[in-house]
């Protein structure tokens, strides 16, 4: 049976820091907001253990003690949160209508931070050998290889945080890139140089993930993209990072995006939809930090705000 929930003046889908922080704004500034976590409560960030570059935090900061403490605050001052994942939006209001499985929840003002989800190969075999081998979450799978041989794919920050970390546990680590020059910053690149356990593939694909469901993943195959030769490398494990896909399916057909699926914003975190804001990396290809997702989460709660006392001064 469909339960529809008394509205609220700002639902907020998400909760990693754009969420979060639009979540502090709008509690303090009265608009009592929901926050629907979705399937990754925390966001990205509870992935990772070291992040260095979040301002306040001198010695550092594990990623799921950072995000549980945003929670904290949004909770201090009366934020509501809900566990779920949106399945569908209706985005012709206000009222604007959110899913949750059988349940509806209603909003004056809506802000959309549901981020972005790692990208895979598209081989055919890796969601088979998911879980058996190939994971895109070191953080979460790296204990379970100790001493073994890995393959981290991708040349970004993320790859080579990986690899970092991996080398905590697996005896050598590979990183296989597409080109000869990495994107990662500067430090990151210096660290993995660094680590005699990691070694490099450059312009190098997986071309196949050798390995079965029952005995998990035994290789990869690498393809050489300026000679076209291919070899085989043994390896344990698999970890994909090659970036991220921003998670706007919902809002197809609904909003404004650019080629890349992401949502196009104007003046701040204003969609196409007024009432409806966006921030984080749902919206943002370019910088993709954690800063800059928590400030245009405190935009998004701002200009949400802003909306709302407007509607209210048309009424009165
Ligand atoms: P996300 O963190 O992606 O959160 C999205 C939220 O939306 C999640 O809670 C998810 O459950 C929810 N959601 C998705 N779909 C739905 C739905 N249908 N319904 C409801 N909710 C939904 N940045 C740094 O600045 N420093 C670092 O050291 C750093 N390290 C990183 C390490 C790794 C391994 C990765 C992957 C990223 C790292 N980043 C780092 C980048 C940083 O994590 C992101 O820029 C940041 O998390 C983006 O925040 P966000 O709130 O926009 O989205
Ligand atoms: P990214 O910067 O987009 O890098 C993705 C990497 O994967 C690139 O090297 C790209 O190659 C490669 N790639 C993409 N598609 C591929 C494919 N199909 N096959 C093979 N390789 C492919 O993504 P990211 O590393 O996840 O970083 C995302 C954001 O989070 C960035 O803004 C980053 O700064 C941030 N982040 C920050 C930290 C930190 O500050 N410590 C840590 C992690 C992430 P090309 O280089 O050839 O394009």
Redo the contacts with the bound molecule.
């Keep these: 049976m469909t339960t529809v929930h008394e509205a609220h003046d700002t639902i907020i889908?998400?909760?990693?820091?754009?969420?979060l922080t639009a979540a502090i704004y709008a509690a303090r500034g009265n608009c009592c907001p929901l926050v629907?976590?979705?399937?990754?409560?925390?966001?990205?960030?509870t992935?990772?253990t070291?992040?260095?570059?979040?301002p306040g935090f001198p010695e550092g900061i594990d990623?799921p003690t950072l995000m549980q403490q945003m929670e904290d605050q949004a909770r201090r001052f009366g934020t509501a949160f809900v566990q779920g994942?949106?399945?569908r939006v209706d985005l012709e209001g206000p009222p604007f209508r959110v899913w949750v499985e059988d349940e509806i929840y209603l909003c004056t003002s809506l802000v959309i931070?549901?981020?972005?989800s790692?990208r895979m190969l598209g081989l055919p075999n890796e969601w088979d050998l998911y879980g058996r081998g190939v994971s895109v979450?070191a953080t979460c799978d790296g204990f379970f290889y100790k001493e073994k041989e890995l393959v981290v794919v991708g040349g970004g920050?993320?790859a080579l945080?990986?690899a970092a970390f991996l080398t905590r546990f697996a005896r050598r680590v590979t990183v296989v890139h597409r080109r000869d020059t990495l994107r990662a910053s500067p430090p990151l690149q210096k660290r993995a140089r660094e680590n005699e356990r990691i070694g490099f593939r450059w312009n190098s694909v997986v071309s196949a993930i050798l390995g079965d469901k029952e005995a998990g993943v035994r290789g990869v195959r690498l393809k050489h993209l300026q000679n076209g030769q291919e070899e085989e490398l043994a390896c344990d494990g698999v970890f994909i990072a090659i970036g991220?896909t921003p998670?706007t399916a919902?809002f197809e057909g609904k909003l404004e995006m650019d080629e890349g699926g992401y949502l196009v914003t104007r003046n701040g975190t204003e969609t196409s939809v007024p009432g409806v804001f966006a921030?984080?990396?749902?919206q943002d290809h370019q910088f993709?930090?954690?800063?800059?997702?928590a400030g245009s989460?405190c935009m998004a709660a701002m200009q949400a705000e802003r909306y709302l006392e407007t509607l209210q001064q048309a009424k009165s």
């Excluded at 931070?113 to 972005?116: M, S």
């Excluded at 921030?279 to 749902?282: F, K, T, Y």
């Design positions: 889908l998400g909760s990693g820091p754009a969420g629907i976590h979705g399937s990754q409560p925390g966001g990205q960030l992935t990772t070291d992040i260095d570059n979040f990623g994942e949106v399945t931070a549901t981020g972005a790692p979450c920050d993320t945080e990986e991220h998670n919902l921030a984080g990396d749902v993709r930090q954690a800063i800059t997702a989460g």
